[in-house]
């Protein structure tokens, strides 16, 4: 066969021999390179889309639980700005005002000395001016 014009000194992408190509463009030596390289580059594809698939997957669950994570806070806090404003406070807060324990508040919810405004299953508030002891009544 005869060659017209120049040839290319290559060296195929898949085998890595040297080859002449006929064209600048060629990449691989052969047909079964080509072919070869061509399933590869598929089945690399493929992997990419799976695991972008995952990815996304990931991305929307964590999206999800963030947005379900605020709507909560969000609704504790309109909650407990709803019920601050009717002089409930937080527990700590009632702790510090009375000069009281966590465990002594924790008896007086027990014995219903104190009126507690629920919030969600591990929140709550109470009423500021709730407070009973057998020695003194505060304000
Ligand atoms: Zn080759």
Do not use: W
Request: hydrophobic letters at 25%; proline letters at 1%; glycine letters at 2%.
């Amino acid at each position: 066969m005869l060659l017209t014009g120049k040839t290319y000194n290559k060296i195929c992408l898949f085998c890595r021999k040297e080859f002449e190509a006929q064209k600048r463009t060629t990449k691989y030596c052969s047909h079964q390179c080509n072919s070869r390289a061509y399933k590869v580059r598929k089945r690399d594809e493929k992997d990419v889309e799976v695991n972008f698939e995952e990815f996304v997957k990931r991305e929307l669950q964590y999206q999800r639980e963030l947005m379900s994570q605020i709507q909560v806070t969000l609704s504790e806090l309109i909650e407990s700005q709803k019920f601050s404003s009717k002089d409930f406070i937080t527990p700590t807060e009632y702790c510090n005002h009375y000069g009281i324990s966590r465990k002594t508040l924790s008896r007086y919810i027990k014995d219903n000395k104190v009126i507690v405004h629920k919030l969600s299953n591990r929140k709550f508030l109470i009423k500021k001016t709730s407070y009973y002891d057998s020695k003194n009544v505060l304000p």
